[in-house]
């Protein structure tokens, strides 16, 4: 029982370790980013096949916080890029609840360490959402890098998920900050 419980929590903390921290603007100018704006928003990944799943995802997750579509005269462009890379796992590095338990000395590959018997291909992804004025001058960034090594997410949908929430909370975060309560505002 303890055994499968320690292998649930290894499970859940490597899921939620797959995005490394969100990095943003030291300088953002978030007022200026909300006051009388809206913005267009633009979406682009490495595989072109992806920019019409990305778009909606985009609206569901920064709308809510920042003047997207908007009824007011157009003041910038919400830009969002998206990449992935695929990359294979060194077979001889065991992953997984099973390679972890087998390190401790239980579990069923006790002996042999855990490791798996070839590699695992996994997926690396990097989000950059970026709010520009009219002028193209930079008012907010984030960047999110996903490590696929330690996630459960095994499609480029499921990176650019992860991603987008993550970089929402954090804009969400930075806004309260900065003492502005987004308004709900319907998608565009």
């Not at 300088?27 to 992806?50: I, W």
């Not at 990305?54 to 003041?75: D, H, K, N, Q, R």
């Not at 992953?95 to 972890?100: H, L």
């Not at 001058?137 to 949908?157: D, P």
């Amino acid at each position: 029982m303890r055994t499968t419980l320690l292998g649930l929590g290894l499970l859940a903390c490597s899921a939620l370790a797959g995005c490394g921290a969100v990095k943003t603007a030291p300088d953002a100018d978030l007022q200026a980013a909300v006051r009388d704006a809206s913005y267009t928003l633009s979406v682009r990944s490495d595989n072109p096949g992806l920019d019409a799943l990305l778009y909606p995802m985009a609206v569901a997750e920064l709308a809510p916080l920042l003047p997207i579509g908007t009824s007011a005269p157009v003041s910038g462009e919400v830009q969002v890029l998206f990449s992935t890379t695929q990359t294979l796992s060194d077979p001889s590095v065991g992953f997984g609840v099973d390679a972890a338990v087998g390190t401790w000395g239980t579990g069923p590959n006790a002996g042999a360490g855990g490791a798996s018997g070839g590699p695992r291909a996994y997926l690396n992804g990097s989000l950059l959402v970026v709010v520009k004025d009219s002028a193209g001058r930079q008012l907010w960034f984030a960047s999110c890098k996903h490590e696929g090594r330690f996630s459960l997410a095994a499609t480029h949908e499921e990176v650019a998920r992860i991603c987008f929430q993550r970089i929402a909370r954090k804009l969400g975060a930075d806004l309260k900050k900065a003492g502005i309560a987004p308004a709900k505002r319907p998608a565009p």
